[in-house]
């Protein structure tokens, strides 16, 4: 079982619409959790962390599940901006680095 | 620009050769990592530093993989008899602690 699970999508969705996207991960240990953007040919880079008791940042809410093993991310009013691939991340058993997901690809469109 | 310099930014080799890339993080980080990315996966670890120090490798890093970090600065990563599977995205990244990592605009290798 790979340690961070995510479905590839990709997710089309229509500016202003709302999606949700899902992660897994194997590791009951971990204590570290993050959401990463990486756009097209581009460097990944941090989104925002996700705590225990779920938390916003403007359109965006993640949200931890520590006894199902899960993570989530809430994109609202979806911009045509927001397109882009949503690696889901988890710290390494060892604490000193960080696992990615495969990410899941979002297409917002007109 | 005080990012993550990675150099080359593309590599072409005949496969059996030996090729290195080298990372310059940012100056006040002493975390430095390692990632390989293909198309369509997420980054993959393969090492870190913590200044000198490699602390961790990923059972990814075969015995034709090393990296160094003389002196808890720049980092290299050298892969010796380059095989077509080798062929990815290198990405270097560096960070002041577990997040948020910095990452450089990669190396991109090809293997023919």
């Known amino acids: 079982r790979k340690e961070v699970e995510q479905d590839p999508g990709p997710f089309n969705v229509p500016e202003g619409a709302t999606v949700a996207f899902n992660c897994t991960y194997s590791?009951?240990?971990?204590?570290?959790f993050f959401w990463y953007r990486q756009d097209c040919r581009k460097e990944p880079k941090l989104l925002m962390s996700?705590?225990?008791s779920g938390n916003e940042d403007g359109r965006f809410t993640a949200q931890l599940n520590r006894a199902s093993q899960y993570i989530s991310l809430l994109i609202r009013d979806s911009k045509l901006s927001d397109s882009a691939t949503y690696l889901c991340v988890v710290n390494r058993n060892s604490g000193y680095a960080l696992n990615f997901g495969k990410g899941t690809s979002l297409l917002v469109t007109p | 620009d005080t990012g993550v310099s990675q150099d080359p930014r593309h590599k072409i080799t005949k496969r059996g050769q030996n090729v290195t890339f080298r990372c310059d993080p940012i100056s006040e980080h002493n975390r430095l990592y390692w990632y390989r990315q293909t198309l369509g996966q997420g980054p993959e670890f393969l090492t870190y530093?913590?200044?000198?120090?490699?602390?961790?490798k990923s059972r990814l890093l075969s015995d034709r993989f090393s990296a160094e970090r003389p002196k808890g600065s720049f980092s290299t990563l050298e892969i010796q008899r380059t095989e077509q599977g080798d062929s990815a995205m290198y990405l270097c990244a560096s960070s002041p602690g577990l997040t948020p990592l910095h990452f450089g605009n990669g190396t991109r290798l090809t293997v023919t």
């Open positions: 996700v705590y225990s």
């Open positions: 530093f913590q200044n000198e120090a490699q602390l961790e």
């Open positions: 590791n009951s240990a971990s204590q570290s």
